[in-house]
């Protein structure tokens, strides 16, 4: 499984980004496709999950009303809209695939790519 993070970079407090997520190898549609960051000396955490086919989202409590996740089939990529970032959401985020949500805090990710660096400093 290759999956493709980018779209980090550097923000100030109150900014976006918007972080996409694709490969050729699969067709995202069928899958469950979710965000989970790391941040140094910090525990992997859940973001944000969408599941497949129909497509119902999921959001850790931290980033609820501030990220949004969603697909586009016809682009075969998912997107992480980040808005009114935090200093707290520097991290490295990953895009993985998944056997179900959950809740996203506890979800068994199974394959992830490279992460893509997001860095929230005034």
């Known amino acids: 499984v290759q999956l493709q993070a980018s779209g980090g970079g550097s923000v100030q407090p109150g900014g976006s980004l918007r972080l996409s997520c694709a490969t050729s190898r699969f067709t995202l549609d069928y899958y469950v496709i979710g965000w989970f960051r790391q941040a140094p000396g910090k525990e992997r955490e859940g973001v944000s999950c969408i599941s497949g086919v129909a497509g119902n989202t999921y959001y850790a409590d931290s980033v609820k009303g501030r990220f949004t996740i969603s697909r586009v089939n016809a682009k075969n990529t998912v997107y992480l809209q980040l808005n009114s970032l935090k200093p707290e959401d520097t991290a490295v985020y990953f895009c993985?695939?998944?056997?179900?949500?959950?809740?996203?805090?506890?979800?068994?990710?199974?394959?992830w790519g490279q992460g893509t660096q997001v860095t929230v400093s005034s």
């Open positions: 993985a695939t998944a056997v179900a949500c959950g809740n996203v805090y506890d979800t068994n990710w199974l394959a």
